[in-house]
Structures are given as structure tokens and as C-alpha cells.
């Protein structure tokens, strides 16, 4: 059986942790006695008619102000702007992260190079936002964030974890869409497939090194996208029971990561 490992011990990379779920899970896991990498990508969004300005500035938010929230909290928390598509990122957060606070033990691949892309040859998508025709531009952004980017993240994770003969460890990832696809957001679902599918994959090549892995699918999330529109959809469907919070999610996150979870890893826990 794996070794217990006390919370204040604890060392946790999140990312896309400078708004939404990655800020809500940074500021729960330090809560929790963790010290917290909060990684992030300032993203300069152009406005869009059916978006929210909310979430705009909310994507361009500096991980810093996560930071400073978790330390005037009495937390433990650094920030690092790394962009997960580019070569070495994935080195250069757990160099930073051991330098700062010592060997990681907790993974959240919680970022995503999102665009929304369709296969028609429609210019907005139900609720009115622009959307995009799938291109290699849409496809690699996606790819190289969602799915290569957390590929890497988990195998720095794994080749750090052993080299510094650890015996307990905690990897969840943050995904979307479904087996029927993600229609209107193609490329997003498809990269969040991959990533549930490396996850999977990781449950089980390292559950003797004491790691689980699991892939946490919310439901729709306020993260500042949500209109009334929006709510009246998800009222409007059976399989849509409410629009969550970002801090419901870290909720369970909070909860995938603690000693109470050992025995829950490899699946793909959908919340409603």
C-alpha cells in the first residue's frame, strides 16, 4: 500500500489555473495544505457577439492574482506563464515547481487550447458565438495543448515521481464532449478523447508506483461563458441537471487527490 502523504507535503501543478476550475482547484488544493504551482496562458480573446465580455477578461487574467489570493489565505502557491504547446514547457513547470516547493505529487491537466470548430460551413454555433470551419490551425492548437501537452505533463510527472522514489501520487484530468463527439467544439472534443485516453492509460502503468489517475468530465460550468440562453438549454435537457461552479468541480477534485481516493483511479467520473 502506498505510503500516506500529508497534505502540507504536498506539491501540486495546476494549470490554466488563472480563472474557472484550474483557479477554483489551485485555491482548494491550497486550502488543503498544498503547495500550489498555478500555471497559466494569458489568452487576448476578440470580442464575440455571443460571448460574454466576462469571460474574455477572465481568460486574460494573470495567474498572479490566484497567487496572491492563495498567500494573503495563508496558502503556499507560485505562478509560472508557460504556453503548453511549445517544446519543454512541461520540463520547465516541474523544474520550477521543485525549485520552489520540492518534489511534485499532485498533476491537474486542467488547460485547454479551446477554439470552437465545425465541419459546416456555419460562422456561429446555436447560442450565437463564431465558430470556426476545422482547420490544421484549430485541430494542432487543441491537440497541442488538451492531449500532447498533458501527454507530457503526465510522463515528466511519472519520470520525476520515480526519480525521486516516491510512493504516492495524484494525476486528474479535466475533459468535455463525449463518445458521440462534441458537435460545434469537433476538435475540442476530439482532444479531450485523447487526453481521457492517456489518462486511462497512465491508471494503469503506474498504479505500482502508488499513482492513480482519474479524468473528471463536469457538466456546463460557469467559468463566465454562461448566459440566460445558456441556462435555458441546459433547463431545457433531461441529461443537464444544473449549471455547476467552478468551486463545485474542485470540489471533487479536491476529493480525487486526497487519501480517501486511493482506491479510485482509471475512470472517467462525469458530474451532472
Same mark, same amino acid.
Given at each position: 500500500?502506498?505510503?500516506?502523504?500529508?497534505?502540507?507535503?504536498?506539491?501540486? $501543478?495546476?494549470?490554466?489555473?488563472?480563472?474557472?476550475?484550474?483557479?477554483?482547484?489551485?485555491?482548494?488544493?491550497?486550502?488543503?495544505?498544498?503547495?500550489?504551482?498555478?500555471?497559466?496562458?494569458?489568452?487576448?480573446?476578440?470580442?464575440?457577439?455571443?460571448?460574454?465580455?466576462?469571460?474574455?477578461?477572465?481568460?486574460?487574467?494573470?495567474?498572479?492574482?490566484?497567487?496572491?489570493?492563495?498567500?494573503?489565505?495563508?496558502?503556499?502557491?507560485?505562478?509560472?506563464?508557460?504556453?503548453?504547446?511549445?517544446?519543454?514547457?512541461?520540463?520547465?513547470?516541474?523544474?520550477?515547481?521543485?525549485?520552489?516547493?520540492?518534489?511534485?505529487? $499532485?498533476?491537474?491537466?486542467?488547460?485547454?487550447?479551446?477554439?470552437?470548430?465545425?465541419?459546416?460551413?456555419?460562422?456561429?454555433?446555436?447560442?450565437?458565438?463564431?465558430?470556426?470551419?476545422?482547420?490544421?490551425?484549430?485541430?494542432?492548437?487543441?491537440?497541442?495543448?488538451?492531449?500532447?501537452?498533458?501527454?507530457?505533463?503526465?510522463?515528466?510527472?511519472?519520470?520525476?515521481?520515480?526519480?525521486?522514489?516516491?510512493?504516492?501520487?495524484?494525476?486528474? =484530468?479535466?475533459?468535455?464532449? =463525449?463518445?458521440?463527439?462534441?458537435?460545434?467544439?469537433?476538435?475540442?472534443?476530439?482532444?479531450?478523447?485523447?487526453?481521457?485516453?492517456?489518462?486511462?492509460?497512465?491508471?494503469?502503468?503506474?498504479?505500482?508506483?502508488?499513482?492513480?489517475?482519474?479524468?473528471?468530465?463536469?457538466?456546463?460550468?460557469?467559468?463566465?461563458?454562461?448566459?440566460?440562453?445558456?441556462?435555458?438549454?441546459?433547463?431545457?435537457?433531461?441529461?443537464?441537471?444544473?449549471?455547476?461552479?467552478?468551486?463545485?468541480?474542485?470540489?471533487?477534485?479536491?476529493?480525487?487527490?486526497?487519501?480517501?481516493?486511493?482506491?479510485?483511479?482509471?475512470?472517467?467520473?462525469?458530474?451532472?
Amino acid at each position: 500500500m502506498p505510503t500516506p502523504t500529508p497534505a502540507t507535503s504536498r506539491v501540486a $501543478i495546476v494549470t490554466g489555473a488563472n480563472h474557472g476550475i484550474g483557479a477554483a482547484t489551485a485555491r482548494r488544493l491550497a486550502a488543503e495544505g498544498a503547495a500550489v504551482l498555478v500555471s497559466y496562458l494569458r489568452v487576448d480573446d476578440p470580442p464575440d457577439p455571443g460571448t460574454p465580455s466576462r469571460y474574455r477578461s477572465e481568460r486574460a487574467r494573470s495567474g498572479s492574482e490566484v497567487v496572491a489570493e492563495i498567500i494573503g489565505s495563508g496558502g503556499r502557491a507560485a505562478g509560472l506563464e508557460v504556453d503548453l504547446s511549445e517544446a519543454g514547457a512541461a520540463a520547465h513547470l516541474f523544474d520550477q515547481a521543485e525549485s520552489e516547493f520540492g518534489p511534485v505529487t $499532485i498533476l491537474i491537466n486542467n488547460a485547454s487550447g479551446w477554439i470552437a470548430d465545425t465541419f459546416t460551413p456555419a460562422t456561429s454555433d446555436r447560442l450565437g458565438r463564431s465558430i470556426r470551419r476545422v482547420s490544421p490551425e484549430t485541430i494542432d492548437r487543441q491537440f497541442a495543448v488538451d492531449a500532447r501537452g498533458a501527454a507530457l505533463l503526465i510522463t515528466e510527472f511519472a519520470a520525476r515521481h520515480a526519480a525521486h522514489d516516491l510512493s504516492w501520487g495524484r494525476i486528474v =484530468g479535466l475533459s468535455s464532449g =463525449g463518445p458521440n463527439g462534441f458537435p460545434e467544439e469537433v476538435s475540442y472534443g476530439a482532444a479531450k478523447a485523447a487526453l481521457e485516453n492517456y489518462t486511462m492509460s497512465a491508471a494503469y502503468e503506474l498504479a505500482d508506483r502508488g499513482i492513480t489517475a482519474n479524468v473528471v468530465h463536469p457538466p456546463v460550468t460557469d467559468t463566465g461563458w454562461v448566459t440566460d440562453e445558456v441556462r435555458r438549454a441546459v433547463e431545457a435537457r433531461a441529461d443537464l441537471i444544473h449549471v455547476a461552479t467552478p468551486e463545485e468541480v474542485a470540489g471533487v477534485i479536491g476529493y480525487l487527490v486526497s487519501e480517501d481516493a486511493q482506491l479510485i483511479t482509471g475512470n472517467v467520473i462525469h458530474l451532472r
